[in-house]
């Protein structure tokens, strides 16, 4: 199977593709709340808002159509203490309950141009003021991009305005963190996660942005200790880019024939764009389980396991996609 990425895009078909991207990003979200209520089964909320993506793009399963545009990313639906990269697997049966706080992060593509959006809801209004802390951080990210803005910079004052909080919750009043371990990301046709990333925290990263590139800007506090602990039961893969990169074909990696089979069937379905185990079993990708470890532990394909805050916090999530131009940015969705 020869790697295409079809990076023989124009510029300007780039830009038009994640603009369309953010165009639709915005429509899903008041689609997402009208379905969602207390004690539904969370494969059952990832499954409506697949669907209501699949629709707003035009989705079209065939092997010609099917990477033109769609689902960006597995939807993740990260409860309470989990920040992040937590999407239902196979059989799954976890509800959301009313008390609960959920990210609701999802991606849209059109031709692998992928605008990343979060937003964070609960019936609860126990957590507003938390939910209100993170889309004005995010908020404060996006006034301090621009072209050459050091992105180490940014993260400061991200760091800084979550940790001049105190929130109450349950009567307990608690400090805000910034939660260290995730950042924002550029984003490139293809790759969720490229070659620069925007901290939530002072850091001395002296990178700058750059007219004309895309990143996901995203906050996250948190009433925990904002470290993350990493889950065992890993959802979310990508196959690895820099592989492909240096491969001009699936044909020149030395793999055992299941393992081989496994990766060209992801490649076939989702290029670089992440997947989850779900997703290989609804395509009936026949006995993925071994080789999709086996292909893990050889760095063909990347996992992100959940990333959790300590039992008993919660983690608030606001993103949005922005590109970088000559006058500051422009939020996509």
């Not at 550029?186 to 004309?212: Q, S, T």
Request: proline content about 5%.
């Amino acid at each position: 199977m020869n790697i295409n990425l079809l990076q023989t895009y124009s510029t300007q078909d780039i830009l038009s593709n994640f603009k369309k991207a953010g165009d639709i990003h915005q429509k899903v979200y008041p689609q997402i709340l009208s379905n969602m209520e207390p004690n539904m089964k969370l494969i059952d909320l990832a499954q409506i808002i697949e669907s209501i993506i699949h629709r707003e793009t035009n989705f079209q399963d065939t092997n010609e159509q099917r990477l033109l545009g769609g689902i960006g990313f597995p939807i993740g639906l990260s409860k309470n203490e989990c920040a992040a990269h937590w999407t239902p697997n196979p059989l799954d049966t976890n509800i959301l309950l009313s008390k609960d706080l959920i990210k609701i992060d999802y991606g849209v593509h059109i031709g692998g141009c992928i605008v990343d959006g979060a937003y964070t809801f609960s019936f609860n209004s126990n957590y507003r003021e938390l939910i209100q802390i993170a889309e004005q951080a995010t908020q404060l990210a996006i006034k301090a991009s621009g072209p050459e803005a050091i992105l180490g910079e940014i993260g400061t004052v991200v760091q800084e305005y979550i940790e001049s909080h105190e929130i109450v919750i349950a009567n307990k009043i608690l400090p805000v963190k910034s939660f260290r371990d995730l950042t924002g990301h550029k984003i490139l046709p293809w790759e969720i996660h490229a070659d620069k990333c925007v901290p939530n925290f002072k850091i001395d990263y002296p990178i700058r942005m750059k007219e004309g590139e895309f990143y996901a800007i995203e906050t996250f506090p948190t009433t925990g200790n904002g470290r993350g602990i990493l889950q065992p039961d890993c959802s979310h893969y990508q196959i690895n880019t820099e592989m492909i990169r240096n491969s001009k074909s699936l044909n020149s990696i030395q793999l055992p024939k299941k393992d081989k089979y496994v990766l060209e069937r992801i490649f076939s379905l989702y290029q670089t764009l992440p997947f989850c185990k779900r997703w290989l079993s609804e395509e009936k990708v026949n006995k993925y389980q071994l080789s999709l470890k086996n292909l893990v532990s050889k760095d063909k394909i990347k996992a992100f396991p959940p990333i959790n805050d300590i039992p008993g916090s919660y983690v608030a999530q606001s993103e949005k996609t922005i590109l970088v131009n000559n006058s500051g940015v422009e939020v996509l969705n």
